[in-house]
C-alpha cells in the first residue's frame, strides 16, 4: 500500500512565527487531505488539495503530485493551532479510502 | 454544517463482550469509514461502506464486523471484545465532493 511519511514529527513554536509542514507519500494520487486534531480528539478537515495550492486564513497548502509531496504552511500561529496535523491520500478519487501518516504533534506557547 | 455522530464517548466493556459502535451522519453521505487511533500507529482503516448494505474490508479488519442497514447508520461490531482493541475508535462520513471527510467526535473503547 501507499506509505505516507511526515516530517518534522514534533514541532514547537512561538506564537506568531510561521511554520512548514511536509507530507512525502510513495505512490501517484488523486486525494490529499490535511487535518488538524485539536487536544480533545476531533479531527478538522483542513484542505482537500490532491494538486495545486489552496489558502484559508492563515493556513495554505501545497500538493506538487508529480514530485508526491504535500506542504502545509502555518503563518502567525496561535495557541489553538496546537494539536496534531495528519495528512492522508487515497488512489481512487474524491471517495476513496484514505491512508494516514503518522502525524505531526504542533506545540504553539503564549 | 455536517455532522457526525458516535453515540457513546466513552466506553468500557468487559472482555468477551459484544460491543457496538454506532455512527450517524445527517448530510446523505453515500460513503462512510470507521478507523481507530492508536499511540505511534496513527490512524487505521477498519471497514468502509459505499453504499446501503455495502461494506469493504480496511486494513484491520480482524475481529471486526459492520453493518449498513440505512445510508446514515453505519455501525461498528466487535465481535467478542479483547483488550487489544482497546483504543481510539473514529468514524467519518464524505459525500466525494471537494470537501473531504468528516469526522466525528470519536469512542473511546476500553476493554477490561
Known amino acids: 500500500g501507499i506509505q505516507v511519511e511526515q516530517s518534522p514529527p514534533d514541532l514547537i513554536l512561538q506564537e506568531g512565527a510561521n511554520s512548514t509542514l511536509r507530507c512525502n507519500f510513495s505512490?501517484?494520487?488523486?486525494?490529499l487531505q490535511w487535518f488538524h486534531q485539536n487536544p480533545w480528539g476531533q479531527l478538522i478537515n483542513l484542505f482537500y488539495?490532491?494538486?495545486g495550492t489552496k489558502q484559508n486564513g492563515r493556513l495554505s497548502a501545497t500538493t506538487v503530485a508529480t514530485e508526491r509531496y504535500s506542504l502545509l504552511y502555518i503563518s502567525s500561529s496561535q495557541t489553538t493551532d496546537s494539536g496534531v496535523y495528519f495528512c492522508?491520500?487515497?488512489?481512487?478519487?474524491?471517495?476513496?479510502?484514505?491512508?494516514f501518516g503518522k502525524g505531526i504533534t504542533l506545540s504553539v506557547r503564549p | 454544517d455536517v455532522k457526525v455522530t458516535q453515540s457513546s464517548r466513552y466506553l468500557v466493556k468487559r472482555t468477551g463482550e459484544k460491543v457496538f459502535l454506532e455512527c450517524v451522519q445527517d448530510m446523505d453521505h453515500e460513503n462512510m469509514f470507521w478507523y481507530r487511533q492508536d499511540p505511534g500507529l496513527g490512524l487505521r482503516l477498519i471497514y468502509f461502506s459505499y453504499d446501503v448494505k455495502m461494506k469493504e474490508k480496511g486494513d484491520i479488519p480482524e475481529g471486526y464486523s459492520v453493518s449498513r442497514e440505512k445510508k446514515e447508520r453505519f455501525s461498528l461490531i466487535l465481535e467478542s471484545a479483547s483488550t487489544n482493541q482497546t483504543s481510539m475508535y473514529l468514524c467519518?462520513?464524505?459525500?466525494?465532493?471537494?470537501?473531504?471527510?468528516?469526522f466525528g467526535s470519536g469512542t473511546r473503547l476500553t476493554v477490561v
Open positions: 492522508a491520500v487515497g488512489k481512487s478519487g474524491a471517495n476513496s479510502k484514505l491512508t
Open positions: 488539495i490532491p494538486s
Open positions: 505512490d501517484s494520487v488523486n486525494n
Open positions: 467519518a462520513s464524505s459525500t466525494g465532493t471537494l470537501y473531504g471527510y468528516t
